[in-house]
């Protein structure tokens, strides 16, 4: 049974930083891709950030140069750097996974590809 849980959220003031950790159990790493999803109060669910096995990663237009997504394979911890923080980052964020040969486009634009969900962590920044 795949089991993800994410950790690291909480508030901070524009401009600084968090980093979210996702701790990853019960499947072999050799072909998934893994990813941060969010979502903002009265918003859908949006892609962040994804990775996948081959090392290839996406992220959204809106966090791009601020965000760094990365993993400890060792550990089974995905994470993600959260640099230069923006009110309209606030939101729930979720780390996903899915097993098999996806890219990390493919799990970026297709949520419902990554049947492997956290319960997420809060992210709340102030202007």
């Known amino acids: 049974q795949v089991q993800l849980v994410e950790s690291g959220g909480g508030s901070v003031q524009a401009g600084g930083s968090l980093r979210l950790s996702c701790a990853a159990s019960?499947?072999?790493?050799?072909?998934?891709?893994m990813g941060w999803f969010r979502q903002a109060p009265g918003k859908e669910r949006e892609g962040v950030a994804t990775?996948?096995?081959?090392?290839?990663?996406t992220y959204a237009d809106s966090v791009k140069g601020r965000f760094t997504i990365s993993q400890d394979n060792a550990k089974n911890i995905l994470y993600l750097q959260m640099n230069s923080l923006k009110p309209e980052d606030t939101a729930m964020y979720y780390c996903?996974?899915?097993?098999?040969?996806?890219?990390?486009?493919?799990?970026?634009?297709?949520?419902?590809?990554?049947?492997?969900w956290g319960k997420g962590t809060l992210v709340t920044i102030s202007s």
């Open positions: 996903a996974a899915a097993l098999g040969y996806y890219t990390s486009g493919y799990c970026y634009s297709r949520d419902y590809a990554l049947n492997y």
């Open positions: 990775l996948d096995s081959r090392g290839s990663t």
């Open positions: 019960g499947y072999t790493r050799s072909r998934y891709c």
